[in-house]
């Protein structure tokens, strides 16, 4: 099926899923760490638009954004599938995912950075979101029923990366208590060998967000 490459960044959440992906679906595939302080002519080159990670390059064409990504890897390569053959189940996993995107990673990453009563407000903002999430996997072992599929490489990040989140912004926002089910998925997903086996260590992402938390900070720290 050609020549197979991720140019990716290894803490970042949204190449960690594409390579879990190529993993389910056995494609081998070269990995290109890339230095997002200094990009490569290879990265922007195949991402001239947004100039962002991952990549994924099949006999050297460019599919970019891993929402898209993980749609090309389905369509491409058959055997282990994962969005639903159902059309419906298929559209409703994809707003789900849209969401998760657009709304709770992005709202951990701001609960993480805020301080003071905003922070007490970007949580329960962000905990209000998770109790959608909370309803769609009450009573399934995953988002894809008895194995994993699209939707939950997506969700995947809340399995490691929200707890890096938790503890550089000093909060707790998978509660088990008020998240059972979703807090559940969580342990069992990532108790899964091929999912495991590439993530990345969790002090490694500690560092990860506490550098991104500490260079926006001597952004506004700077501003005139």
């Known amino acids: ?22 993993k389910l679906k056995g494609v081998v595939y070269e990995y290109i760490q890339e230095d997002l302080l200094n990009k490569s002519e290879l990265l922007i080159n195949s991402n001239p638009v947004h100039k962002k990670v991952p990549v994924l390059l099949h006999d050297d064409k460019p599919v970019v954004e891993s929402l898209v990504i993980l749609e090309y890897i389905d369509e491409t390569w058959k055997g282990y599938s994962l969005l639903p053959q159902d059309p419906h189940e298929r559209a409703t996993a994809r707003f789900w995912a849209k969401f998760v995107d ?19 407000k970007a949580i329960e903002s962000v905990q209000e979101l998770f109790a959608f999430i909370e309803k769609q996997i009450q009573g399934k072992k995953f988002f894809g029923g008895e194995q994993i599929g699209y ?8 399995s490691l ?22 807090y559940q998925w969580a342990e069992n997903f990532k108790k899964i060998p091929i999912i495991h086996e590439r993530m990345p260590p969790q002090e490694n992402l500690v560092n990860y967000f506490q550098g991104g938390l500490n260079y926006l900070r001597s952004l506004a720290t700077n501003k005139p």
């Open 151 to 158: 939707l939950d490489l997506v969700m995947g990040w809340k």
């Open 1 to 22: 099926m050609g020549e197979v490459k991720v140019i990716g960044s290894s803490g970042s959440l949204f190449c960690t899923r594409v390579e879990w992906a190529l």
């Open 102 to 120: 657009d709304k709770c990673v992005i709202g951990s990453w701001q609960a993480m950075q805020a301080e003071g009563e905003a922070k007490a």
């Open 161 to 182: 990366w929200l707890s890096a989140m938790e503890e550089v912004g000093q909060m707790k926002l998978l509660d088990p208590e008020k998240f059972p089910s979703l």
